[in-house]
């Protein structure tokens, strides 16, 4: 047994008492993460990996559907790459890495580590691509990329990060607009079909887009204490990369052009989006559909002759199905366990003890709303199934509820301040598009416009700023 | 189109005229790979990256079968881990890359990039362990590495590669030695099974091993023309890197020890692997179990009513099975498109043209023996499975015939010099396991000893270098 299990049903700091302990000490406790000893870099332990390969899997698997195909460029880049393009060499540069020695030797160019992949992508397309027949291309790139940042916590920043990048190329400009659109559902389906988390979908600010886009779309999440995640991106690059590189194709019309491109990635970070969506005070709420385990099964007074035989039989069973584990460790209590798995967010918790064995039954308790009942033996397997849809289903509409809760409709620029200042949550109002109220907005309350939603709503006609006339809706938060 | 494609069905060098530019004319010809702008890493290509992609998920589901959980350790690492292990740090240190600068700032330490993570994982296992009722520890790794190599050949030696790396941690040497024979096993599963590759597996001589190890175990496969490529190695580590980072545990015995680890790859280099076993003048062989592409079906005559749609049809019924393409370009002839996919290495070819549709039948071509033959449209997916099955046999077949006929056994020293001067393969031959012999050896051959087989001969009484009592039977070949 280790320190850390040891200590493992103390309590964690309640989430109401501060947010941010909460969800160090839960991210720790439940053995998703350890801090590593390289500043800002965190370890992936087993039970938080484990979530990161179902949103790969049921990720890739939505991607290779839609034309898309996996490859792999280089981790290093050379200097020269970065400094071809201006606007995003001043987005990144300063936070790079720069690889200076090989062995005892100086290079003679300096690497950069990627803190993403266009300047070294879109060069090597310039290689592939000569005339339409080549285009589109659809590469998707599953990598680790760095980002040598001051602040960090764990999944949510962190210096080095797991992440999908798709690099796309196309012949015109609707094309590469429709390939960022379609990714952008694609992303949406993901968060609230498999990761329960609902978004809001919209195009960021000029202010807030990515160093070297034309656009750049957005979902943004809500976590329980309101804040907002942005929970991934998808750019329309238009041809600024492509010029700064030379990707040039013939066309139809026999004219060289410059292609279009996109670039949208979801990263390590949703793990801890799921977290802080969907964990009370006793700990994590897996979702169903990427739980690393789905069921577990715990033998109750195992001594008793037969219990340790049935359980394991329930997990064989059940393990041909989904994700199950069964605790059959003799030197914790019963009690102990509940509270372990609770805190670990397993969906659900399967008791089987003598007197279930009797009753040809075994005990249910569901995490999300920790009801306790008896279900037969008779049919598991399509019980639990039943069961694992209906907590997906039910987190889903938990999460929906409490964002609902938080958003507040309002064009009075004193009552946004105030919001924002109690960290009430969203605010959802209008805006004349001026960077100047932007700007402002941010100096008075630290939040920022999370996006333009696609859904637009009619809320008013002057911008609560200025008092100019508005031109979008917006939806305001803080963000991690 | 594009120029590769244009250029595709031109010859590619002959193997036999120059077997190291018939590598790379097929590498880049298929599209496998990409030369990039930084020294010695390439970028992978989808047709490349699937062949990795099926590697992956062969493997990753035996390591999981077997009690295995994946993780993930930063991609930095700082100075002063690599300089604690001694011996590990001679090894690596003339090829690590040395991050100096984060941003505009110089680091306080310098981390390097991960050649290995032995430097990072056990410092890590060291905050994990505590008692014996923590072990075994069994993590995996899939990630990138660099080793700043001067001379580099796609797949087979490049700078920066993609890997798994496992990493376990046991209470006893029995067990850390039955870990690292559990996972020989496993990898040889996975090289005879899924890749056709066959492979001998043996230990590798104190010069050999890896740095840090006490033992060395490899898989040591031939390539076509008879040179040896090391296909995958599993380290017992003793308890070498436990004692650098203080990995202790307290034992049943109440005695705090140090921990037993082990730790085990196969690479991206085994994709060089598959194409140097089975490659020949038309192009790659592709193992149907990790071809990214099984079938690839022609509609022939397409502008023919009824053609293209029973192309397609085709095509949706057997994709639900295998992994299918079909090629409706209507830029090139049938016969383009015959070399075309032949020199991909599609394990099947599906031609559809009218007369086949009259008779409700398919000409299927097998690219392992070219033979060209009909089968009925009836219970088309049973015959293509029963087929798949039958090419990856006979792949792995042809490739054991040809290494049995290029194993030569003698104890005769100027024999084996002539044997090694021709490049005529491997040589069998005793050894008295001195490492004086094993360098006069290489300086006179630049051969090396593969390894010292599992399965042992008796083929004499002396070592053939120095006449003194032979302890081992070992296997000599040249290396990639």
Known sequence: MSKNEQDFVKEVTPMEEDFARWYTDIVIKTDMVDYSPVRGCMVIKPYGYGVWEGIVSELDKRLKETGHKNAYFPLLIPESHLSAEKDHFEGFAPEVLWVTQGGSEELTERLFIRPTSETIILPMYSKWVQSYRDLPILINQWCNVVRWEKTTRPFLRTAEF???????????????????????????????????????????????????????????????????????????????????????????????KHAWSTSWAITTRLIGGIIMTHGDNRGLKMPPKVAPIQVVVLPIAFHKEGVLDKAYEIKKELGKKFRVEIDARDEYSAGWKFNYWEMKGVPLRLEVGP????????????????????????????????????????????????????????????EIINLMKENKGFVKTMWCDDVECENKLKADTSATIRCIPLEQEDLGDTCPMCGKEAKHMIVLGKAY
């Open 355 to 414: 007197r279930d064995i009797e009753k040809n039954q075994v005990m249910v308790v569901r995490r999300d709303t920790l009801e306790k009942f008896a279900i037969p033996m008779d049919g598991l397997n399509e019980r639990i199934d039943e069961l694992l849809i209906d907590i997906q289903k039910n987190m889903f509409e938990m999460a929906l509820k409490n964002r609902e809760e938080k958003i507040f409709i309002t064009n009075d620029y004193d």
């Open 162 to 256: 797991l992440w999908q990048e798709g690099h796309t190329l196309h012949a015109t400009a609707d094309e590469a607009e429709e390939e960022t659109l379609k990714i952008l559902e694609i992303y949406r389906q993901l968060l609230e079909d498999e990761l329960a988390m609902p978004v809001i979908l919209g195009v960021k600010s000029d202010k807030e887009k990515f160093a070297g886009a034309d656009r750049t779309y957005t979902m943004e999440a809500m976590m329980h204490d309101g804040k907002a995640l942005q929970a991934g991106t998808s750019h329309n690059l238009g041809q600024n990369f492509a010029k700064m590189f030379d990707v040039l194709f013939l066309d139809r019309d026999s004219v060289r």
